[in-house]
């Protein structure tokens, strides 16, 4: 099979596991030559990557100055609060939009660059169904911060549309990633056990089923890659029917 990913430079933030992993993998299976951090090391040791936390705008800066330029860039790093508009604290507030909003604006702000004087990139924000698309319970600032990124996504893909450059992002439902094995055993006891939990998630999905992260890897392969060379500005579901 042809590989679709061939000579592209690629940095993937939050390789360290779930969909951040699969991507960097996929990518790399697809011929690129794949930059995979994580805001822990020993994650990323086995892909190559080294540790980048994308809170830390000079580390963010001084990755794309000494790895860079880079044809894509996949914007996977985010968090998921579990609270309502009265449960949320002010630091949750403040820690949610550093780390789903800002960090993703400063990974594109020291890329694009590179990309324009270029004159080619493509650019993969990580946002979720549970944002503009869907509203989910106690997703408050998870939901409020995914939109963001959704309105980013448009807003820099509007700017830099006539430069070659193409922003998309990804609205995935619900992926089973060690992250969400997590959120299940948060859930446990409201929930009635952990397999009760679990169940509440899957129940989720018309599918009956959650995502793979490679599911998810294939979306972000396609828009990264030039297959994809007419779609821009785009906030794609990936839900197993969620929003049907
Ligand atoms: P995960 O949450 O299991 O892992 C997240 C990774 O991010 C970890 O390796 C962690 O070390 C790294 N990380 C955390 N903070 C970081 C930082 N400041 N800088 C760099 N790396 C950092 O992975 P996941 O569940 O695949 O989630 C990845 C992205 O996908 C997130 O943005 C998440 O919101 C989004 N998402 C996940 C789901 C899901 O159901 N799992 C659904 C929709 C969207």
Known sequence: MTQRMNGLRCLVTAAGQGIGRATAQMFAREGATVVATDRDAALVADLGGFGLDVLDDAA?????????PFDVLFNCAGFVHQNTALTATDAEWDFAFALNVRAMWKCMAAVLPGMIERGRGSIVNMA???????GAPNRFLYGTTKAAVVGMTKAVAADVVARGIRVNCLCPGTVDTPSLGERIA?????????????????????MGRLATAEEIAALATYLAADESAFVTGQAIVIDGGWTL
């Not at 963010?60 to 860079?68: F, I």
């Not at 979720?128 to 869907?134: C, F, G, L, N, P």
């Open 128 to 134: 979720s169904a549970a944002s503009s698309v869907k």
């Open 60 to 68: 963010v800066a001084r990755v794309v100055a000494d790895h860079g």
């Open 186 to 206: 948060a859930n446990a006891t409201a929930s009635g056990g952990l397999e009760a939990a679990r169940a509440a998630f899957v129940a989720r999905q018309a």
